[in-house]
């Protein structure tokens, strides 16, 4: 019996064909990119674990306050608190692993991490300088975070990233990033202002409104540094 020839495609057949694999290729893409989004999205508890930011103050007054609210002992409240984001954190590591390459490649991270605590507090970040090293020298007011009188660099220190890294700085776990960062706005200064002797970093405290809170107290200046021209 002769052999039964195959019948070849016609090449609007062929055609057909190929058009409806890219179109599975393209929606397998698109169901794999809106998974990775959606589980990159998911908040980042990370920086939030670290023990040394929960010994700040202002975290441990909020953990105080929780703690008395739910009616629990403070220690007990904090150590399950501190087991539930641990035991989230690793089952967001676990679904995320497989989408990291292509999120890592892509660029496509989400820049912002959740806020590690709320708090009654807010920090607005400030510059000063002095044009003279005596005491009797008065400070003259740089940069004011949303001060539309003292703007100096504004478009440098107000910018998204740049403000996102200075306000860790007035937590005591980024001592250390808050002293480089300053030193680097200090040399700023100093080549802005060829006058210009000591350049200081602060943060100003405000107390927001509340019921405990009826009239907070007048915003204070907190966690100064300080820093002098280098000697030429």
């Not at 005596?134 to 478009?155: K, N």
């Not at 927001?208 to 540094?225: A, G, K, M, N």
Request: overall charge positive; aromatic content about 12%; proline content about 7%.
């Amino acid at each position: 019996m002769a052999k039964r020839r195959r019948r070849k495609k016609a090449p609007e057949e062929a055609k057909t064909a190929g058009s409806a694999w890219w179109k599975h290729a393209i929606a397998a893409f698109v169901l794999f990119h809106l998974c990775a989004n959606c589980l990159g999205a998911l908040p980042n508890v990370g920086h939030g674990l670290n023990r040394r930011v929960w010994a700040d103050a202002r975290a441990r007054r909020e953990l105080d306050r929780w703690a008395t609210l739910i009616g629990v002992e403070r220690e007990t409240f904090e150590e399950t608190i501190f087991g539930l984001g641990v035991g989230y954190q690793k089952t967001r590591e676990t679904l995320l692993s497989p989408f990291e390459p292509y999120l890592s490649a892509a660029g496509l991270r989400q820049s912002w991490l959740m806020f590690n605590a709320g708090t009654e507090q807010s920090y607005r970040f400030g510059v000063r300088a002095r044009r003279c090293e005596g005491r009797d020298c008065d400070w003259e007011t740089l940069f004011v975070h949303a001060d539309p009188e003292h703007d100096w660099r504004a478009a440098q220190l107000g910018h998204p990233r740049v403000r996102s890294m200075i306000a860790r700085w007035s937590w005591s776990s980024f001592r250390g990033s808050y002293e480089h960062g300053c030193r680097a706005i200090a040399n700023l200064a100093f080549d802005d202002f060829p006058d210009a002797r000591v350049v200081q970093c602060r943060f100003e405290s405000s107390t927001s409104h509340s019921p405990d809170h009826p009239t907070p107290p007048p915003p204070r200046w907190e966690f100064p540094i300080t820093v002098r021209r280098p000697s030429p």
